[in-house]
Each structure stands twice: as structure tokens, then as C-alpha cells.
């Protein structure tokens, strides 16, 4: 069964200064992976998703996320954080079977 | 606009009540899904249906149940089996054709359980 791992449960930045969250799977051949934001009280919204291809991928409000089989990461990268990226940050794999595996997050801070 | 209504937002309900969970959604996508939010436990999957009428346990099935008699429409009961309802339960949804399931899940604002 595949598995995903969020290492940092809790991380904080000051604004402006770059971010990488860190995501690393498991799973037998190369997944779907995803990154997803939630809002407090909010449900998630898609920052952005690796199917194939060329390995960095761009998202939505500035974020990219670059995937590396040799190490089973998904890690997700932002040049300058902005206090409204404040958020939680979910990682997540889907083998294609339709039962997307989620981890358990992380709680991005950000400091003025 | 297209989305998911996940109704109400809040929700309380005394011990040893069974409790229904609307999700409505109109995005025209075949599958449905159930998810269950702990602090720090990230989403666990409830259920989950790829087509009208017909549904699967997902990792913590126990204590719920789900109908799927339309295509937009996806309800939770909680039921008095489940040992620990109180929680922020999620709906969500994804295009299955013609890609398959490669594409992201689309979710609802959640419904938060209070059980006392």
C-alpha cells in the first residue's frame, strides 16, 4: 500500500524569505502526486500535481514542487513566502486506483 | 460556478444519535468521497463511490454509512456505532473519464461534528 510522509509537522518563515516543504512517499512505481492548502475552517485546494514529464512542476500563487524518483520526493519550494501563504500543506499520492493517500501535514507559520 | 456544498458547516448532535451529512456537488464527476480530519492525523478516507449506486469502505469505514442514489449527491450517516464522531469530515470529488483518476480531488468547506 502506498504511504506518504510529511517530516515537518510544523515549520515558520519570515515573510519574504523562501519556503521548502518536504514530502516523500511510497509506492511500488511512480505515482500521481499532489500538493494541497487548507485554510483554517476551509476545505483543500489543489496547489499543484506531477503525473509525468518534466520533473518541476509550477502551481498555482508561485508555488513549484519537484519530483525525484531516486529519493521518493515531492518536495514543495516558494522563492518568497507572503503572510497569506499561512497555512496547512498536504501532501498526497494516488496510484491510479481513485484512493488518493494523504499525509499528515504541515502548518506553515509566517512571521512579519 | 461548479463546486461542492458540503451542509451544514456545524453540527451537534447528542451521544447516540445517528446524524446525516449532506454533500451535493454539480462538477459532473463520477466519484465521491468521504474523508475524516484529526488534529495532526491529516485525511482518512470513509467511503468512496466511482459510480451511482454503488459504493466502497475506505480505512475507517466503521460506524458510517453512505447512499449513492445520484450523481450529485453523496450523504454521510454517522451512527451511534461510531466511537469517536466528533471531527471536520470532508467531501470531495474527481473527474474519473475520460482520463481516469489521474486528476486532483475537488472538495467541499467541510461539515464540523460536535457529538457531547
Known amino acids: 500500500a502506498q504511504s506518504v510522509t510529511q517530516p515537518d509537522i510544523h515549520i515558520t518563515v519570515s515573510e519574504g524569505a523562501s519556503l521548502e516543504l518536504r514530502c516523500n512517499y511510497s509506492?511500488?512505481?511512480?505515482?500521481?502526486l499532489f500538493w494541497y492548502v487548507q485554510s483554517p475552517g476551509q476545505g483543500l485546494q489543489l496547489l499543484l500535481k506531477?503525473?509525468?514529464?518534466?520533473?518541476l512542476v509550477q502551481g498555482i500563487k508561485g508555488f513549484e514542487a519537484e519530483f525525484k524518483r531516486s529519493q521518493s520526493s515531492f518536495n514543495l519550494r516558494k522563492p518568497s513566502v507572503h503572510w497569506s501563504d499561512a497555512a496547512e500543506y498536504f501532501c498526497?499520492?494516488?496510484?491510479?486506483?481513485?484512493?488518493?493517500?494523504f499525509g499528515d501535514g504541515t502548518t506553515l507559520t509566517v512571521k512579519p | 460556478d461548479g463546486g461542492i456544498t458540503q451542509s451544514p458547516k456545524y453540527l451537534f448532535r447528542k451521544e447516540g444519535q445517528n446524524v446525516t451529512l449532506s454533500c451535493e456537488q454539480n462538477?459532473?464527476?463520477?466519484?465521491m468521497y468521504w474523508y475524516r480530519q484529526d488534529p495532526g492525523q491529516g485525511l482518512r478516507l470513509i467511503y468512496y463511490?466511482?459510480?451511482?449506486?454503488?459504493?466502497q469502505k475506505g480505512d475507517i469505514a466503521e460506524g458510517y454509512s453512505v447512499s449513492r442514489e445520484k450523481k450529485e449527491s453523496f450523504p454521510l450517516t454517522v451512527t451511534s456505532a461510531q466511537k469517536n464522531p466528533t471531527a471536520f469530515y470532508l467531501c470531495?470529488?474527481?473527474?474519473?473519464?475520460?482520463?481516469?483518476?489521474?486528476?486532483?480531488?475537488?472538495f467541499g468547506n467541510g461539515t464540523r461534528l460536535t457529538v457531547t
Open positions: 470531495a470529488s474527481k473527474m474519473t473519464r475520460p482520463g481516469g483518476y489521474n486528476s486532483p480531488l475537488h
Open positions: 509506492y511500488g512505481a511512480t505515482p500521481y
Open positions: 506531477y503525473f509525468s514529464g518534466d520533473t
Open positions: 498526497a499520492v494516488d496510484p491510479n486506483a481513485g484512493k488518493s493517500t
Open positions: 462538477l459532473n464527476h463520477d466519484a
Open positions: 463511490s466511482q459510480i451511482v449506486n454503488d459504493f
